[in-house]
């Protein structure tokens, strides 16, 4: 991988490439540094898939608050704080035990960044890309599930400017944990659709290895 | 155009092989982090929109594209806006006043984000319900239409309103058309390769044509 490197090796021409980039823009007074700091610094620690997870386990635990989320997306999440780029035109859609949702871009790598951040590497790779639409059911069983035949799958591909997030089915046993608990469950996996919410007794073996 | 990016359905691509999501880091170079925030910072300053962008990093030849990683496309459609723009020769003229946000400026602009959402101009054409097909080959400039769905028959199951319409504002020409989601049948898509799926997609008005029933 790119970033076991060893750092004593001359660097790349990428690298070369993007230094020189930076600083013509920098010379050119085209970007302001501070401003390209802001930008990581957003992405890295404050917009993330823990957005995403705060709004499914509040949707879990508060039947008001999983109606407006369904009903008004976009205003459900603004009215947490959670509004921006990639995230202006939001839809939920709901796992349930007769359809599951899986989102995919096949043009690009749209994803509901207010909600979970940047896409990863393999939300954007050309294999995820390609498949998703077309073998569903193999791509899901490459990510270790499995779901009953009698279960639709729905795709989504974001071809717009509309943002989807699953909202995957609350795990059994959970329906008196409160949310902060319930948070712990929701992967950002499950909110793109490729796995479904952590069982409960992933909350309890994280305690035991605590 | 149908060019590299257009991936919906093709084969021989591969495993997906994904990184477990606990262990997965945001960048893995620092030049990946550095053209992200690049392509963010010099989007702000308003000489282009993002469908351009998206443009700019579709017209390769997929052989590129599909051999190169994600940022390094960003990093060829960032070369080819500046180049196309000429945005450094403009900047060295110092003739124009572009607005360079500071790092409060580029904190707001992210927060706002930019809605796509339109008042309507004209009635909207379909309604939920209604089965539409999506003629062929759309065109050779920036469309999100893609391949696989070209030729298909759907059903309309949601209507978003009016919005921005990517394929002119691809042009910088920025007017709003109807926004349907259109689902299709993965039978009719993948013909006997569907897994029992139906696919949903964000489909403009003017790619659809009603159905002959």
């Known amino acids: 991988m790119p970033h076991d490197h060893d750092h004593t090796e001359p660097p790349s ?59 008004d997306p976009t205003s459900a999440v603004a009215d947490l704080g959670y509004m921006g780029r990639q995230g202006e035109h939001l839809t939920v859609v709901e796992n349930t035990p007769s359809v599951h949702n899986l989102v ?38 490459e990510f270790g599930t499995e779901l009953p035949e009698s279960t639709d799958i729905q795709v989504w591909d974001s071809t717009s400017e509309m943002r989807y997030l ?28 490729v796995e479904l919410a952590k069982p409960a007794s992933a909350a309890a073996q994280r305690d035991d290895e605590s | 155009m149908i060019g590299g990016h257009d991936l ?42 993002i469908d351009e962008s998206r443009h700019a990093r579709e017209r390769q030849h997929p052989v590129d594209y599909l051999k190169q990683s994600y940022y390094e496309n960003w990093l060829v459609g960032l070369e080819k806006l500046l180049d196309e723009k000429h945005l450094l020769e403009r900047a060295a003229q110092q003739q124009e006043n572009l607005r360079v946000p500071d790092a409060e400026g580029a904190e707001k602009i992210l927060a706002s984000g930019g809605p796509t959402l339109m008042p309507d101009t004209a009635p909207a054409r379909f309604a ?35 919005h921005v319409f990517a394929d002119a504002n691809a042009r910088g020409d920025r007017r709003g058309e109807h926004l349907y ?33």
């Open chain 1, 166 to 193: 699953v909202l995957p089915m609350q795990p059994a046993g959970t329906e008196d944990w409160n949310e902060a608990q319930l948070q712990a469950l929701v992967s950002r996996n499950s909110m793109i659709g």
């Open chain 2, 181 to 213: 989601s259109v689902r299709f049948d993965g039978e009719s898509l993948w013909g006997n390769e569907s897994q029992g799926q139906s696919v949903s997609i964000d489909l403009w008005e003017p790619y659809l044509e009603a159905a002959a029933i």
């Open chain 2, 8 to 49: 919906g359905g093709k084969h021989g691509l591969g495993p997906i092989n994904p990184e477990p999501e606990s262990e997965e880091p945001l960048f893995h170079a620092e030049w990946e982090r550095r053209v992200f925030a690049l392509t963010l910072a010099t989007g702000m300053l308003g000489q282009w929109n």
């Open chain 1, 104 to 141: 995919v871009c096949t043009l690009c790598s749209c994803y509901p960044w207010t909600m979970l951040g940047l896409p990863p590497v393999w939300y954007k790779s050309a294999p995820y890309r390609a498949r998703a639409v077309s073998e569903p059911r193999s791509v899901l069983a």
């Open chain 1, 13 to 71: 021409d990428l690298e070369l490439r993007v230094k020189a980039l930076e600083s013509l823009l920098l010379e050119k007074g085209l970007v302001n540094p501070d401003a390209l700091n802001t930008i990581i610094e957003t992405y890295e620690h404050k917009v993330g898939p823990r957005n995403g997870a705060h709004v499914v386990a509040k949707a879990w635990s508060d039947p008001d608050f999983k109606q407006a989320l369904l009903t």
């Open chain 2, 128 to 162: 939920i319900g209604d089965r539409v097909t999506v003629p062929k080959r759309q065109g050779s400039g920036h469309t999100r239409v893609p391949a696989y769905v070209q030729g298909a028959l759907g059903e309309v199951v949601d209507h978003y309103g009016t």
